[in-house]
């Protein structure tokens, strides 16, 4: 048995679960070893916030998802990665994000409003 590396644990809280949420989500659980290794810290995947939780979604746990984006972002999770099409649920993520202080991770232009 493969001895898991120690340290903190990371919550990562993905706002998207499409392409490239999925596949984000995908490589946090397949490569957690090594990425632990490198980080020092385990990163463990808190949740995915999707619009719509009766998709088929490949290689997505339907207990990970969730329609609320905020909550979800708010759940105690220690790193929020929005990767949300659309302007309005990743400005109230991210603002939520900040309001906690939290580690946020999003494409900048993307946010900006007009």
Do not use: C, F, W, Y
Not at 12 to 34: H, I, K, M
Not at 59 to 85: F, Q
């Amino acid at each position: 048995m493969a001895q898991q590396p120690q340290g903190p644990v990371l919550k990562v809280a993905l706002v998207g679960g499409g392409t490239v949420g999925s596949q984000v989500a995908r490589l946090l659980r397949e490569n957690a070893d090594e990425l632990a290794a490198r980080s020092g810290a385990r990163l463990e995947l808190a949740g995915v916030a999707v619009r719509d939780a009766g998709k088929t979604r490949v290689g997505l746990p339907l207990d990970l998802l969730t329609t609320d984006a905020v909550a979800l972002a708010s759940s105690g999770a220690d790193i929020v990665v929005e990767l949300m099409g659309g302007v309005e649920v990743a400005h109230e993520v991210v603002v939520a994000a900040l309001r906690l202080s939290l580690i946020h991770i999003s494409e900048p232009t993307r946010l900006r409003r007009n």
